[in-house]
């Protein structure tokens, strides 16, 4: 019997788990995310149920989602030293309607994993390895296929890599107690960000190399908010703005919009 994973963070944030969505409007095999057709259809059906202007939003939002699979097999690596399996072909992509918004998440068919070895050098080995195989064979030519067929560059989805990485690190500073886990979880990403080559990503950089900005939440001044490391294309939907987060708002951009939210919230009336 494979271990027994706790999806509840997994699933509650990134959609992703062996039952998958309770009632999904849409499924795709992963594994035909490089057939034209069917990527042009996810796109199109993804980019329906968020009110998406063009294929940008719903190309940036499934090119993500597959960061948030090599975040998941980070995450379960640090709290279990196993490797899920998340393969192309392991999964299936779902589309999810929940009243006003939509999960856009996986299902894996088969819950199963390997060991991950404890020796420090043998486990970067065993990771540097894992990684080659994971984006050449599955990530990189996908993010590739559905930049081509969001009319995007393959770059606006992979510089939203970065920012994903450190969101989840942020969140296990804050909501992770055991040391053990954060250390290891620390050990491995970097292993991912500094000796994974970029010809892997066919690219210059690795897009997991990220060096964070962070901005006050205008309603609560002790809280702080990272700048996401790329535009997400949330503004190309009907009626769409920016995120208070967007690294292209401008400064009086963000000054006007938090006065909004601050007015909005009945503060200093």
């Known amino acids: 019997m494979d271990t027994e994973f706790d999806f509840t963070v997994v699933k509650r944030y990134y959609h992703i ?39 940008a939003l719903p ?12 975040l998941i097999q980070l995450l379960f690596a640090a709290q279990y030293d196993r490797l899920i399996d998340l393969s192309a072909d392991n999964l299936i992509y779902q589309i999810e309607r929940h009243g006003d918004h939509t999960h856009l998440g ?14 420090p050098e043998q486990r970067e ?69 500094e000796r994974i080559e970029p010809e892997w990503f066919k690219r210059r950089r690795n897009p997991f190399v990220h060096q964070p900005r962070y901005i006050e939440n205008p309603l609560n001044t002790e809280e702080k908010w990272q700048i996401q490391s790329s535009c997400c294309m949330y503004d190309r939907r009907e009626n769409g703005v ?8 401008t400064a009086a951009e963000r000054d006007e919009r938090a006065c909004a939210m601050l007015e909005s919230a009945g503060v200093g009336a």
Not at 59 to 70: E, V
Not at 111 to 118: E, G, K, N, Q, W
Not at 242 to 249: A, S
């Open 59 to 70: 190309g940036s939002f499934i090119g993500t989602s597959l960061c948030k699979l090599g």
């Open 106 to 119: 996986y299902k894996i068919k088969e819950l199963r994993s390997v060991a991950i070895p404890s020796p």
């Open 125 to 193: 080995a065993f990771w540097i390895a894992h990684w080659q195989s994971f984006f050449a064979q599955f990530i990189t030519p996908s993010v590739e296929a559905i930049a081509a067929g969001a009319g995007l560059k393959a770059e606006a989805i992979w510089q939203q890599f970065g920012g994903q990485l450190t969101l989840l690190k942020d969140f296990l500073s804050e909501h992770e107690p055991r040391a053990d886990v954060l250390r290891k979880f620390a050990e491995d990403s970097r292993t991912l960000a």
């Open 242 to 249: 920016k995120c208070y987060t967007c690294p292209r708002m």
């Open 17 to 55: 788990s062996p039952e998958g969505a309770d009632n999904p409007v849409y499924e795709l095999p992963a594994s035909r995310f490089m057939s034209s057709d069917d990527l042009l259809t996810a796109l199109h059906t993804s980019g329906q149920t968020v009110q998406a202007i063009s294929n």
